[in-house]
């Protein structure tokens, strides 16, 4: 949700650092407090916020943009190297 709060807002700041830190993206947090104001998006300088940037929402079906965001993030991937869901969910 927070990647697709991105897309509809570039200068969204909450939803750009969730999307890194639900990303694994640990630097960000340093280069954010020693900046004093931004004129940019927020985290600009964050590849991963480029490109959400660069998804025109307006011109996508809700459908489309949830895909779109999930191939732009490469969620699939990063999903996988979580491993199997039905051994996550065990309670120990």
């Known amino acids: 949700m927070a990647a697709l709060r991105v897309v509809r807002d570039r200068h969204d700041a909450a939803a750009a650092a969730q999307v890194l830190y639900l990303l694994g993206h640990t ?3 340093e280069k954010r ?3 004093d104001k931004r004129k940019d ?3 600009s300088d964050q590849p991963v916020l480029s ?3 660069l998804i025109d929402a307006r011109r996508l ?3 489309l943009a ?3 965001v999930f191939d732009t993030l490469e ?3 990063i999903i996988a190297t979580w491993g199997n869901a039905g ?3 065990t309670k120990p």
């Open 33 to 35: 407090m020693a900046e």
């Open 61 to 63: 079906s809700p459908s």
């Open 75 to 77: 969620l699939p991937t």
């Open 66 to 68: 949830v895909t779109t």
């Open 27 to 29: 630097d960000w947090l």
């Open 87 to 89: 051994i996550r969910s």
């Open 41 to 43: 998006a927020p985290f």
């Open 51 to 53: 490109a959400l940037g």
